[in-house]
């Protein structure tokens, strides 16, 4: 059996022997608690007969507790100094692959074709880099890669904003963007305590599982996202004046005439409006063309 990565001890007896130091650039926090592990790993609800991407493995402290859980995992890493402890920590593991590489940059839909051929359930699982959480996240689901789940730790206030319902100051256009493609759970409440080295702010656990559908139908999606950064360009306005920046100010009596057929109230905030309104105002500018 494997020795366990996960313990302070060990994470830091292989930095010391690899003479290893962190990059704060790139969001190296590295995870010192096989609880939160557990939690991690649980909520991805992993098989043998499922695959695991992960993004940003650090010195394999979950890539080997997905290991043991599903069928096939490929870890992508950016740290090239981080690729040859990968390959000695997770060295028995032969349905485990580490790509070097930025997963911005990387061709995902290639990435699954050459490494999850045959596997029709894969989840992200990731405690992911703090400084481009959104962006990666924003990848995976426009991509629209065949997803079961993103489990992921991030942090708190992003989880927070991600899992929001409308009428409080956490949803935004975030909120939105995520629950259009996914259902959203908060796995958990993670302390600084957890990693070495410890960050700056507190970190929670997300799940987002992929819906079949976009939780509302529109015919226009780039139109509809246009409208939502719209409505929340500035929070302090109302949606009518925030929406005039979208048609241009002159047409404010046709667009309020609009918002009063599909009974949204003009004075609303972005902030209170659901999807389901969203998808409403998009669905009604388009036809109007203003
Ligand atoms: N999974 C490890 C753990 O839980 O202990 C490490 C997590 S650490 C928060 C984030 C990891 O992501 C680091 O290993 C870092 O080098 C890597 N990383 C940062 N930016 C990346 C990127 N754009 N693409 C791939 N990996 C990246």
New binding site residues.
């Given amino acids: 059996k494997q020795i366990e990565v ?1 313990t302070p001890k060990r994470t830091k007896e292989i930095i010391a022997r690899h003479g290893f130091s962190f ?1 704060k650039s ?7 608690d096989s609880n939160i592990l557990n939690r991690i790993v649980d909520a991805a609800e992993l098989s043998k007969d499922k695959a695991a991407l ?10 080997q507790r997905l290991a043991q859980e599903a069928g096939k995992v490929t870890a ?4 090239q100094r ?1 690729i040859p402890i990968l390959s000695e920590i997770l060295a028995e593991e032969e349905h485990v692959d580490v790509v070097h ?4 940059q990387l061709d995902l839909a290639k990435l699954f074709q050459d490494k999850f051929a045959g596997f029709s359930k894969v989840s992200v699982v ?7 959480t959104t962006p ?1 996240l924003m990848k995976l689901l426009e991509e629209k890669l065949p997803l079961e789940h993103i489990v992921v ?1 991030i942090q708190k206030e992003v989880a927070q904003r991600m899992a929001a319902k409308p009428g409080g100051k956490d949803y935004g256009s975030l909120s939105i963007a995520v629950q259009y493609y996914c259902t959203t759970e908060i796995v958990c409440m993670v302390p600084h305590t957890v ?1 070495i080295p410890q960050p700056n702010v507190d970190s929670a656990v997300i799940k987002l599982s992929l819906r079949q559908q976009p939780a509302v139908a529109v015919d226009d999606e780039a139109f509809f996202f246009r409208v939502v950064q719209s409505a929340f360009a500035q929070r302090r306005k109302t949606l009518i004046n925030n929406l005039l920046q979208l048609t241009g100010k002159e047409k404010r009596p046709q667009l309020t005439e609009l918002l009063e057929q599909i009974e949204i109230d003009p004075g609303r905030r972005g902030e209170t409006l659901s999807l389901d309104e969203y998808a409403k105002l998009s669905q009604a500018l388009k036809a109007s063309g203003l």
């Fill in positions: 996960s990059k790139l969001g190296q926090n590295f995870l010192i992960e993004i940003g493995p650090g010195i394999g402290a979950l890539t992508v890493e950016i740290d981080l590489g930025d997963v911005l990731a405690n992911l880099p703090y400084y481009v990666i730790m990693f």
